[in-house]
């Protein structure tokens, strides 16, 4: 890991789609060590916010910062950040590791990847990892995916939805994983609809919808009162015109 911790910062943020504002005026920060959900019904906008973290996605106007430093596609600071939104475009015919070295070679260092073997014990994917991806199963391939967001070792991790098609197993296995890798000082955003998982996992909660901030904070203080993290939520996000969770 650099010697220098790696802060997400989102600065008066939007982005439009014609008359349709994804991201309006979004400001959030995410230390390191944090543990962040982004949350929000679909359509808040979560998404949109990850691509601009990553580069994918230009804002409209507003900074994103990642280590001090801007954002843009390219920008040599995405070397220190392991991403999962849509997921890399694995070559069916070839096996799962295979993949993983097509993809490290687009970064132009030697093979191996710093945490492979960690990666590889997150897949969990055992024998199946030599054999071709067109036979994988959709929770083979996000484990596959995750695998590649974290064999670089980074000291940013930004996850959309990553407990997709895993199972229960699966799922704890990846939390304990993050825990671990916030304990060392890593800077984690997710994104997910599981609010359960969510309550166990993160240390602090951005809340969006209709494309602005509806709340950010520590877990502990966004909860208050409420027993669990699905009726704080709803407390801060229905209304009249709430999008469907």
């Known amino acids: 890991m650099s010697a220098h911790p790696a802060t997400i910062r989102v600065e008066a943020v939007s982005k439009r789609y014609g008359r349709q504002h994804a991201v309006d005026q979004l400001t959030f920060a995410v230390e390191p060590g944090q543990t962040c959900a982004l949350l929000g019904p679909n359509g808040a906008g979560k998404t949109t916010t990850m691509r601009m973290l990553v580069g994918l996605t230009a804002p409209d106007g507003g900074t994103v910062r990642i280590a001090d430093t801007p954002v843009h596609l390219g920008a040599p600071v995405l070397h220190r950040v392991g ?4 997921g890399p475009a694995f070559v069916p015919h070839l096996t799962g590791m295979a993949n993983l070295r097509l993809l490290w070679a687009a970064a132009r260092r030697d093979w191996p990847p710093p945490g492979l073997a960690d990666a590889l014990d997150l897949a969990g994917l055992g024998p199946a990892v030599d054999r071709k991806v067109k036979g994988y ?15 670089r070792r980074p000291d940013v991790l930004i996850l959309d939805e990553p407990a997709n098609g895993l199972d229960p197993a699966e799922v704890r296995a990846l939390r304990h994983h993050l825990a671990a890798r916030a304990e060392s000082g890593v800077t984690i955003l997710i994104s997910s609809h599981q609010l359960a998982e969510v309550q ?15 709340s950010s904070g520590s877990l502990e203080n966004l909860l208050g009162a409420h027993a669990s993290l699905e009726d704080a939520y709803l407390n801060m996000t229905e209304g009249p015109d709430r999008a469907a969770f």
Request: glycine share 6%.
């Open 137 to 151: 199963s959709m929770g083979m391939r996000q484990r596959l995916m995750l695998a590649h967001a974290v064999m």
């Open 83 to 86: 991403v999962l939104i849509d």
């Open 200 to 214: 166990l996992l993160a240390s602090h909660l951005v809340v969006m919808n209709h494309g602005r901030l509806v």
